[in-house]
Each structure stands twice: as C-alpha cells, then as structure tokens.
C-alpha cells in the first residue's frame, strides 16, 4: 500500500546540508542483521572504524558517541574548562557554544558577528589580551548557519603561539569528509554522522590531540559524556554505553564505498570543491548573490528576498527539499548542500528548477543559463581523473 505522502517522501531530493541523503550502499550495510555491542563481531567493526577514522582527521585518537553533533560540543566544552571560554558566533553553531558555556555556569566571552562575516586573528588577538585566563577556545570551521568559513588554521595558529594552554575545539561537522581540516593546532575535532558521511543523525565523534589525551587521561569528569572513560573503553573497541551500532556499521560502509568506488578520501575533497564552486557561479548567472563573505564548500548560502517562495516553489513542484535560514536569517537566505557525494546531474537538476522558479514567480525569464554556467565551470579534466 503507498499512500500519497510516502511518495512525496521517497520520491523528493534531499538537499539540505544535514541530514544528507544516504546512498544505497550504505543503506545496504545498515540493513544487516542487529550485531550486539558487546561481541567480538562489533569489535572488529569497530576497531576498523576507529583506525579509519584516526587516519580520516589525521589525529592520534577518536572517540565515537551516540549522540547528535551537540552532544559533543557539550561533551568538549565541559570536560575542558572550568571557568571561562572564548566562543566565536558568526551564526547558530558559534552561538551554541557560548549557549554550553553558560549552560555550564562558565563564564563565556563572546565574538559576535554578523552570520555572514567570518571571525579573524585581529579579534581573537583583542580578546586573549584583555583576558588572560582563557581556558578553551571554540568554533567551527564551517558555520553552516550562514555557510562561512573561519580562517581557522590562522586563528588557531596564533592562538597557540600566545598560550599553548589554551585547549582549541574545533567543530568540524560540516568540513570533515568535506575539505582537508589541517589538524596542527587543534585540540579535538568534532563531526557528526548526518552531514558528509551521509549517515542517520545519531553518532558524533571527536578527534584527539595528545594534548587532550594527556588530560582525558589525569581528569575524569561527568558522566555519560565522560571522556575519560569513554577512552578507556574505546582503545578496548568498546563503549561505555550502548554504541550506536548501526550507524557506526554504516561509517564503516562510508568508508567501504569510497574503497569500492577506487576513490580515496581526497577525491571527494576535489569533488565537493569542483561542485561547490560551479554551483556558485551558476547562482550567480542568474542574479542571485551568495551570503558569506567567506563560503564555505560544504553549501551553497544565497540571500534573496525570494528564498521563501524559491524554497516553497522547489518543494511543490519539482519535490526538491533545500533549506531555508534559522532565527534571524529565517525567510532571507536558502541553503543548497555539497556534502556527501552528490551526482552532478542532481546539483543540476535543483540548480535548473531555480531558475525555472525565478520565471515561475516572475523574477527572470527563464533561458536555461544556470546549467550552461555550472557545467562550463566544472573543470572537465578534472572530473574525468575522479572518473566521473
Ligand atoms: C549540524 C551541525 C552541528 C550539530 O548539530 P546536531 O543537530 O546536534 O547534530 C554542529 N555544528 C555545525 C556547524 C553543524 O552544521
């Protein structure tokens, strides 16, 4: 029996930056029989993700948590500071930090920024020099509430040659399995399954230096996002709790698919980056301006005083699902995602019906150049080595 609503649902294209849509292969691993945690099998699912994962954030260890990217966030920030934190909000995700912080009876210092501006190292530098006890420093390197990107080796960079201390936590979700993320002064990097590992929401990971490791080590604190312990156990290819078994089966599909596919890691990097920018140029031809001073790949951010109805044309007739903005840029931007693997003839596809839908709602008339834009933009030599 199909009703009308399951064939919206199945038939519609996901194209929001998280959750992405996750591909037949992996949707395949997660459709094995349930493994318990606590068996040899899930052992060696696990050890096998642990080690890809490692390799994956190019730091020493990783631990796996059931829970949503927030989870971690909050897990970082409390197991790393007592008393007062340095948060950057160019955006919801930044905003959120500084939320932990307080949440947490911390003292938060806070750079606000419009959701389009990127922080930089001249407002980092003024706010370590009038505050010396800075215990952590926090903030993405994709904002994806604006789609930004932070120059964040830089400000990383420099945080550390003032006061090595400082413990850098760098929310990754939207730029690991996205970009490479240069890990040199970060302390703990955190991802998320639903955004470019194209899994369900449900599992979080975080990266760790040996700084972090160090004091994990000498310092247990809280209690289910207990670090300390989750450690221990994990070195063990085990968990505290109950694991999020079948998303973590999933990741290990992820990473099966890319070997299966004869792709490495860095061919999704050049990918996501080829489309990221076609998509942007193309935007661009037919009026559209992208939001972020800085983008980011991760998404294409166009502020329009029509993403409403763009946004409510796609979904009616074309069944296209992008996002819209939260809080204060609701109803001003829409936000098209490049994680994962997306084919090129979906971007094209949804790049097409914006267009149609700037003629639908009497904006532009329609003269098919989006698509000419994008594909005269995709570098085809480029493509032809990823084998696409
Ligand atoms: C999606 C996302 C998160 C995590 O959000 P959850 O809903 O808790 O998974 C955190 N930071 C950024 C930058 C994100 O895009």
């Not at 920030?77 to 009876?105: D, M, P, Y």
């Not at 094209?348 to 329609?366: G, M, P, Q, T, Y």
Request: proline fraction near 3%; charged fraction near 20%.
């Amino acid at each position: 029996m199909e009703s009308k609503n399951t064939k919206i649902i199945t038939q519609s294209l996901l194209f929001t930056p998280g959750p992405t849509p996750t591909p037949e292969y992996i949707r395949y691993a997660m459709a094995q029989p349930t493994l318990h945690h606590r068996t040899s099998e899930f052992e060696s699912v696990f050890a096998n993700v642990r080690e890809k994962l490692q390799t994956l954030l190019g730091m020493k260890e990783v631990l796996m948590i059931a829970s949503s990217g927030t989870g971690a966030m909050e897990a970082c920030v409390e197991s790393f500071s007592s008393k007062k934190i340095l948060t950057i909000n160019s955006g919801k995700f930044g905003e959120r930090f500084g939320q932990i912080g307080r949440a947490k009876g911390l003292e938060v210092i806070e750079i606000i920024n419009e959701w389009d501006t990127p922080a930089s190292v001249d407002m980092v530098q003024e706010q370590l020099e009038k505050h010396k006890d800075i215990e952590c420093i926090c903030m993405q390197i994709c904002e994806s509430a604006g789609g930004l990107s932070h120059p964040y080796k830089e400000i990383f960079e420099y945080v550390k040659s003032v006061n090595d201390n400082i413990i850098v936590i760098a929310d990754g979700i939207t730029a690991i399995g996205v970009q490479h993320v240069d890990t040199t002064n970060i302390d703990l990097l955190i991802g998320g399954s639903q955004k470019a590992f194209m899994l369900p929401p449900g599992l979080a990971f975080i990266g760790l230096s040996d700084r972090a490791i160090n004091l994990i080590e000498s310092n247990s604190k809280g209690y289910y996002f207990n670090l300390s312990k989750e450690l221990k156990n994990q070195r063990k290819n085990t968990t505290a709790y109950t694991a999020a078994t079948s998303i973590i089966i999933g990741l290990k599909g992820y990473f099966d698919m890319i070997q299966h596919f004869n792709m490495c890691i860095e061919d999704i990097y050049e990918y996501t980056a080829l489309i990221a920018n076609a998509t942007k140029k193309s935007l661009e031809s037919i009026g559209l301006h992208i939001y972020p001073k800085v983008s980011a790949n991760s998404m294409s951010v166009v502020d329009s005083m029509y993403a409403k109805d763009i946004i409510s044309v796609l979904k009616k007739q074309y069944s296209i699902n992008i996002a819209g903005g939260q809080d204060r840029l609701k109803g001003k931007i829409f936000r098209i995602n490049h994680m994962g693997y997306i084919p090129l003839h979906e971007i094209s596809f949804v790049l097409n019906a914006i267009e149609l839908s700037l003629d639908i709602l009497n904006v532009r008339k329609f003269d098919s150049v989006a698509n000419m834009v994008f594909f005269e933009n995709l570098n085809c030599q480029a493509l032809k080595k990823l084998g696409v």
